[in-house]
């Protein structure tokens, strides 16, 4: 049936998180953004305590399943598949603690998706067994979008030669969340220009490979906290064993799209995190601004008629983007097809938080300016309408599913 | 648990409902439009498979439906002709006071009336609505002497084809009443007027009263109980409104594709002009989004959550707000061909016009919305 109610489970990671959020994030929010970096300390306090970013982190689990058990609640069918919900919920309350931290949290972060959708059983050992609280914190990374190829994922011209025993690779890649302090990257590259999409490849690059290095960090509009890495592969060897998926996932493929499908596959799984995410920043805002107009507006007049009819609509497009984005991740837990609802989710929020940022800028006027989150969460909103797809690419996708039906192809 | 299935009765009755809007509504929607009533098809098979009664008690004979199932027929229903389903006969949305108030004996003689599954056909008149001016003047002091009701209304829907009125008016004292009115015994009066503008076949018209005298046995319910009634079964008509414009914009949305998909300029298909795909894109997002907040708000009034009455408002505002865009981009998109009648759009767009008049500009609801908000004020779910 059709409902919104959080099972027991989903309230309690959201209560879990909104605590972490309110707690851990908010203190040293404002203070790293100013020195843009998440201070290293606070990083090993939070591995420690075992906390990373992953999908995997809120997915299914023996945990999980004791519970809705434990629940006797029929509606809560046992071995349902939960955790893209658990994902959008948890991402919320992490976006309204602070985006740039959320994603300098631990963890394998975007790389993980890609290696548990296709990842051999022992790539998936090896690469996702690294995140553990008795050691020091360490990340993954996703490298897709190249100087030449942002959205455009298609024309990526990094290339993978294949040698001996590996493939050497050479190229260029930006705007790379997590990308220089990562211990591994999955980085999509072509084995053949002319193959197109057939010839992609996504290969996990290891931290320290000779040939694989990082030059530069991006200094941002806002998300300052969460380092943006430049990386550059120079006849960089990447063994076999380092191909995603290994050589018989691509050889099964061969008519197929091979590694552009991991990419499309992984934003599949990752827009409504992203989209979640950008919920999270616009609730923080709406909040902020509710609390600012209660305690300084007048109570009736044209000021408060005008505030009362801006917060109402800011509500409700926070309404709509949070539904937009659980109905994406309700649909890749029952195994439906989402990139539609995925590319609808993340272009709405994308949106929504822009304008929600602006709108309650403007409801606090320049007080707004001086020391206060909400201009921060201007800075940072505007990210959630570029990365992980443009909104323009969103629409594009959207409008394909549209007119699949009718052998339209746009 | 987080879910957007439908449960397996939900779909039967909206595969029902949707060949229903596919094989009656929509090939009627036309002719009722020039002829200023529904179907007679339409109406009879309504009543036959309940479509009337989905929000009438079960122990009146009705479906008793809950909102959230109410919300996905009625959107199937729509998608074939909102003016036909604004214009079915029976109670209307009076049902919803009835469904709140079953036992009340203001409704007695309408409940036998109807027992045989023959609802007489209601208009509800709200002049207790704020944003709404309406020229009507109630006097008088006590039960003992009446009231005496004198004024016109603005139009209301079914009022031309109605046997009985609902009426929600502020008494001398300020404080709500509820009236039930029987034509044939009081003497309130139809207005017919110059409609032409939309939802054509849903018995426009204005309610005019000479001054009506009304006694105790036509008070449904006054001063907070009155409130209280109002309140509530306002809130499930939002729902039940907003629904429908979900329908509406659904039948636009789906006729612009196909008409982009296969209409060709510049040697291809409009599809392929990012000026039109991203159009049509922005209008599935809109729909979506309409759809998901009225759901929300009716499973919030099932389940009688707090926060269900201002959902309700969120809903509506929403729906009203797509249901503009889309309707006018539909039309925008089939250019001059959408102005004309040789396809369905024009019409959609007028009726979502109408509709969207019928029931609170999108401003005043957010107003209403935000006001709530800000003095955390709520209204009665219960």
Not at chain 1, 325 to 333: C, G, L, P, V
Not at chain 2, 145 to 157: A, D, E, Q
Not at chain 2, 286 to 313: F, H, I, K, M, N
Request: aromatic residues 8%; glycine residues 8%; charged residues 25%.
């Amino acid at each position: 049936m059709i409902s919104y109610q959080l099972s027991p489970h989903q309230q309690q990671v959201k209560d879990i998180v909104h605590w972490f959020a309110e707690n851990e994030m908010r203190p040293i929010s404002l203070e790293a953004d100013k020195i843009g970096r998440v201070p290293d300390d606070w990083l090993e306090k939070v591995n420690s305590l075992g906390i990373t970013l992953s999908t995997a982190t809120f997915g299914e689990s023996d945990h999980e399943h004791m519970d809705s058990a434990a629940s006797g609640k029929e509606n809560e069918r046992k071995g349902e598949r939960q955790g893209n919900r658990l994902a959008v919920i948890a991402a919320e309350e992490l976006g309204w603690g602070d985006a740039a931290i959320a994603l300098t949290l631990p963890g394998p972060g975007l790389g993980g998706p890609p290696i548990q959708a296709i990842g051999t059983p022992e790539q998936k050992r090896r690469f996702l067994s690294i995140f553990n609280r008795d050691e020091p914190p360490r990340w993954g990374a996703y490298a897709l979008t190249e100087p030449e190829a942002g959205s455009d994922v298609a024309g990526i011209q990094t290339t993978a030669r294949k040698v001996e025993g590996g493939y050497v690779l050479n190229g260029q890649k930006i705007f790379i969340t997590n990308g220089k302090r990562a211990s591994w990257v999955v980085v999509f590259a072509t084995i053949d220009r002319r193959m197109g999409r057939s010839g992609h490849r996504a290969f996990v690059v290891e931290k320290g490979t000779p040939g694989f290095s990082c030059p530069r960090l991006a200094h941002k509009m806002g998300l300052r906290a969460s380092e943006t890495a430049e990386l550059v592969f120079e006849d960089c060897f990447v063994p076999d064993e380092n191909l995603l998926g290994g050589e018989a996932y691509y050889e099964n493929r061969q008519s197929g799209p091979s590694g552009f499908r991991v990419a499309m596959q992984t934003f599949d799984n990752t827009r409504p995190i992203i989209a979640a995410m950008a919920v999270g920043i616009a609730r923080a805002a709406y909040e902020s601004t509710l609390d600012m107009v209660r305690r300084d507006y007048p109570k009736r007049g044209r000021p408060f008629q005008l505030a009362a009819g801006t917060l109402a609509n800011i509500e409700q497009e926070i309404q709509s983007a949070r539904l937009l984005t659980w109905e994406a991740a309700w649909r890749a837990d029952i195994g439906r097809p989402n990139a539609k609802e995925a590319a609808m989710c993340k272009a709405y929020a994308g949106k929504m938080v822009v304008d929600v940022c602006a709108k309650c800028l403007e409801l606090f006027g320049t007080a707004g300016l001086d020391g206060q989150w909400v201009e921060k969460w201007y800075r940072d909103a505007k990210i959630f309408d570029i990365f992980e797809g443009t909104n323009q690419i969103q629409h594009l996708i959207i409008a394909r599913h549209l007119y699949a039906p009718f052998g339209v192809r746009v | 648990m987080i879910s957007f299935q439908p449960t397996d009765e939900e779909t039967a009755f909206i595969t029902l409902a949707k060949t229903l809007a596919e094989e009656v509504l929509r090939p009627a929607a036309r002719s009722s439009e020039e002829e200023r009533q529904a179907a007679r098809e339409w109406t009879i098979k309504a009543n036959e498979l309940g479509f009337a009664a989905l929000e009438l008690p079960e122990r009146w004979g009705g479906m008793e439906m809950t909102l959230i199932s109410q919300a996905q027929i009625l959107e199937a229903l729509s998608n074939g002709d909102l003016a036909l389903v604004q214009g079915l006969p029976g109670p209307g949305d009076a049902a919803s006071f009835m469904r709140l108030a079953p036992e009340n004996q203001a409704f007695a003689a309408y409940r036998r009336t109807g027992e045989g599954g023959q609802w007489p056909t209601v208009a509800f008149l709200n002049a207790c609505d704020p944003g709404v001016s309406q020229s009507i003047n109630i006097t008088g002091a006590s039960f003992e002497n009446g009231y005496v009701i004198k004024g016109i209304s603005r139009p209301v829907k079914m009022a031309a084809f109605a046997a009985y009125l609902l009426l929600a008016a502020p008494g001398p004292d300020g404080k709500t009443r509820l009236f039930w009115l029987d034509k044939e015994q009081t003497r309130w009066r139809a207005i017919p007027g110059d409609y032409r503008l939309g939802l054509l076949a849903s018995g426009w018209a204005r309610v005019q009263f000479d001054d009506l005298t009304v006694t105790k046995d036509a008070v449904v319910a006054e001063g907070r109980d009155a409130d209280r009634l109002l309140s509530r079964a306002l809130a499930r008509l939002r729902v039940l409104e907003a629904a429908k414009e979900v329908g509406l914009m659904t039948a636009a949305l789906s006729y612009a594709t196909e008409y982009t998909a296969t209409r060709r300029a510049f040697g291809q298909e409009l599809a392929k002009f990012q000026g039109v795909s991203f159009q049509m894109a922005d209008m599935a997002v809109a729909v979506q989004a309409a759809r998901l907040l009225v759901w929300r708000a009716a499973s919030a009034l099932d389940r009688e959550e707090p926060e269900a009455p201002g959902l309700s408002l969120d809903a509506l505002s929403r729906a009203h707000r797509s249901l503009r865009l889309v309707t006018d981009s539909a039309v925008q998109l089939l250019g001059g061909h959408g102005y004309v009648q040789d396809h369905p759009v024009e019409k959609w767009m007028r009726d979502a016009a109408a509709q969207i008049a019928l029931n609170g500009g999108e401003q005043d609801l957010l107003l209403r919305r935000g006001e709530q908000l800000l003095t955390e004020e709520r209204e009665t779910v219960s």
